[in-house]
């Protein structure tokens, strides 16, 4: 069994910045991509940034320049580190990892999501 535990989220002014953090834990194998995925009130999930083992990333249009991912392959933790904060960025911020257990083959695990709030 696999859990995924966010941390992080919170109240922040506009401008202001915010460090997530997603530690995975369980049977693990190995982990393909990890990162984060948001979704505000009335809108769908997407994308924000994924990075996988090999180090290429990605990040959603919307993000660039003021989102950085990172990770720590060692402990099986993803982090974003979110700068220059709008209140658009309002949303619950999922972490999500692609991870090989013992037995079986790679699946995709989701967190249970941490809330960011920008507002004045």
């Known amino acids: 069994q696999v859990h995924l535990v966010e941390s992080g989220g919170g109240l922040v002014q506009p401008g202001g910045s915010l460090r997530l953090s997603c530690a995975a834990s369980?049977?693990?194998?190995?982990?393909?991509?990890m990162g984060w995925h948001r979704q505000a009130p009335g809108k769908q999930r997407e994308l924000v940034s994924v990075?996988?083992?090999?180090?290429?990333?990605r990040y959603g249009d919307s993000v660039k320049g003021r989102f950085t991912i990172s990770r720590n392959n060692a402990e099986n933790t993803v982090y974003l580190q979110m700068n220059s904060l709008k209140p658009e960025d309002t949303a619950v911020y999922y972490c999500?990892?692609?991870?090989?257990?013992?037995?079986?083959?790679?699946?995709?695990?989701w967190g249970q999501g941490t809330q960011v709030i920008v507002s004045s």
């Open positions: 999500n990892a692609v991870i090989q257990t013992l037995g079986r083959n790679y699946e995709n695990y």
């Open positions: 369980g049977d693990i194998l190995n982990i393909g991509v």
């Open positions: 990075s996988t083992s090999g180090g290429t990333i």
